[in-house]
């Protein structure tokens, strides 16, 4: 379904900032991708990618839908490693918050919104920090 060179471009990327430590998983077994028929999330918009972490079996599920590859081609490497891979993998700070808060508090819908502009702030930091330690310039 997709070219070899954005599952190279996937693969790489995912690896080389899991290998960071940024995200605090030093411990990480596994890392599977899977490629995914089309989705829509929430809001209605297609989904791009979708990270599942296990941290009892210290295993990463990245799932890849046809939008990514869309994306991938329309808007360059650059764009789609900070705006998307990086996006996904900030979920990993967000996620635990985002479970813990609905058990207690609001509506799913409220706490989407919530999540999805904290992990978009940490997105932005991470994703300056990228480029300042160079890693754009790698591949």
């Given amino acids: 379904m997709y070219s070899q060179e954005f599952k190279d471009f996937i693969h790489f990327w995912f690896g080389k900032l899991l290998e960071t430590n940024i995200f605090g998983l030093y411990q990480i077994k ?18 791009c990618i979708e990270v599942d972490i296990s941290e009892s079996y ?17 808007q360059g490497k650059e764009y789609f490693l900070l705006n998307h891979i990086v996006h996904e ?23 989407d919104i919530q999540d999805e502009k904290l992990t978009e702030i940490l997105a932005r930091f991470v994703g300056y920090y990228l480029n300042k330690e160079g890693f754009l310039k790698q591949k």
């Fill in 30 to 47: 596994k890392i599977t991708f899977k490629e995914e028929d089309e989705f829509n999330n929430n809001s209605g918009e297609p989904t």
């Fill in 58 to 74: 210290l295993t990463i599920n990245i799932n890849v839908f046809p939008a990514a590859f869309k994306k991938f081609e329309k």
């Fill in 89 to 111: 993998l900030c979920h990993i700070i967000t996620t635990p918050f985002d479970n813990l808060a609905r058990e207690r508090f609001v509506t799913d819908d409220v706490l």
